[in-house]
């Protein structure tokens, strides 16, 4: 009997070891994905008085929560700073994207608005209503509008991500810090560590597409 308890523990111990080496190859693999993307060359970002006379295309606001037709603080800070960049003449466009799909929910709309009503000429707002994350807001802008410069306008713990993206994806891209973080910015700081190692490893996939 002691013999045959003996041998139903060693496939358990085997089971268990199994996942704490599974274990420690995820952690190192999140670990490697987020150092790359953290601390990629040329992560320096500038404010908004930096971007003077700059040849981007375009500055490309990045989509946030709105609550019904009102930008959520975190968005209104980025248009802010993307309406400001425009005014100092960094680029002729505004590249607003983000989730605009839904009649109930439409990010782009509440973005296209605040421009127009803090005077952006509505020729020089340009709209991605699927611009449903970060990635796909940076493949579309290269893609579909034929963006190869630009300047991206978001907040510090989503601008090493954004510029990331862009520069794998063969954008020329400089990164102007929007001001303020969210309320639950422990919930964004967190997430962000996944959505890093995700943007790595789509951005593997897409070099030299």
Known sequence: ??????????????RIAALWILAALFAAGLAWTNIAVLYQPGQDTAGVRDEQGTEAECILVLGARVDGSAPSVILENRLLTGVELYRQGAAPKLLLTGDGGQRRYDEVSVMQQYALDAGVPAEDIVLDREGFNTYTSLTRAKDLYGIK????VTQSYHMPRALYDARALGIEAKGAM????????????????????????????????
């Open 149 to 152: 410069s630009m300047i991206i």
């Open 1 to 14: 009997m002691k013999k045959a308890r003996h041998s139903t523990k060693k496939p358990h111990r085997k």
């Open 178 to 209: 929007a001001q303020g973080q969210a309320e639950e910015q422990w919930y964004r700081d967190l997430r962000e560590i996944a959505a890093r190692a995700k943007d790595y490893i789509l951005c593997l996939f897409s070099a030299g597409n």
